[in-house]
Structures are given as structure tokens and as C-alpha cells.
């Protein structure tokens, strides 16, 4: 069992900054950012691979948002920059179990796979 504890959400105007953090009882392979907004289904923002340097991104992020590790801490980060009324979402930190493709996670909004996710944090992008 992965315990996640998310951090960092708030409201900001559009334009701005936020930072999430997620501390993980441990990693798995594969780890990533999801969020969820009313009436929207869930969707892929950002996973990472634990070893190595491979990212990915939903077109909706890239370029704005950075995802990164400290595999020392066990702590995910999702830096978020330039942000938009529409990143306006529920945040999940999340990871898989399994040799699984951080790429095809992402796209599937975490659908068919069995994740452990964290309690959430909310990002409201406002003015």
C-alpha cells in the first residue's frame, strides 16, 4: 500500500505560480499529477519515471508545468506556471504499481490501471 500526501494548492489570479508536493511512502515506477475538474473527467497532467529522466506532459500543460522527484525524500513536485482559469481542478498525486508505461498512464487519465492516490488538493485559477 502507497500513501500519498498531497501539498501546496490554492487560489492564485491567472498568470500565476503555485507548487504541489506529494509525499510518498515510497515510489513506484511510475508516478504522476492528475486532476479533476466538476462536471470533467479525470485527466493526465504530468507523470514521471522514477529511474531515469523521461517526463510527460498533457498538450493542455507543456510548457507551464514541470514535474519533478527527489527520490531521496520520496517527494513529487509539480511546479505550475502561467497559470489558467482552466487548470481550475482537483489535484491528485498518484502512482501505479507494475511495469507499466508512464506515457500510456498519462493518457488514460489513470483509467484501467490500479492506482493509489492521494486525498487531493484543490487549484483554483481566478480573478
Known amino acids: 500500500q502507497v500513501r500519498l500526501v498531497e501539498s501546496g494548492g490554492g487560489s492564485v489570479q491567472p498568470g500565476g505560480s503555485l507548487r504541489l508536493s506529494c509525499a510518498a511512502s515510497?515510489?513506484?515506477?511510475?508516478m504522476g499529477w492528475f486532476r479533476q475538474a466538476p462536471g470533467k473527467e479525470r485527466e493526465g497532467v504530468a507523470t514521471i519515471y522514477t529511474r531515469g529522466t523521461s517526463t510527460y506532459y498533457s498538450d493542455s500543460v507543456k510548457g507551464r508545468f514541470t514535474i519533478s522527484r527527489d527520490n531521496a525524500k520520496n517527494t513529487l513536485d509539480l511546479q505550475m506556471n502561467f497559470l489558467k482559469p482552466e487548470d481550475t481542478a482537483m489535484y491528485y498525486c498518484?502512482?501505479?504499481?507494475?511495469?507499466?508505461?508512464?506515457?500510456?498512464?498519462?493518457?488514460?487519465?489513470?483509467?484501467?490501471?490500479?492506482?493509489?492516490w492521494g486525498q487531493g488538493t484543490q487549484v483554483t485559477i481566478s480573478s
Open positions: 498518484a502512482a501505479v504499481p507494475g511495469r507499466i508505461s508512464c506515457g500510456q498512464w498519462l493518457l488514460s487519465g489513470g483509467r484501467a490501471y490500479d492506482n493509489y
Open positions: 515510497e515510489f513506484t515506477r511510475c
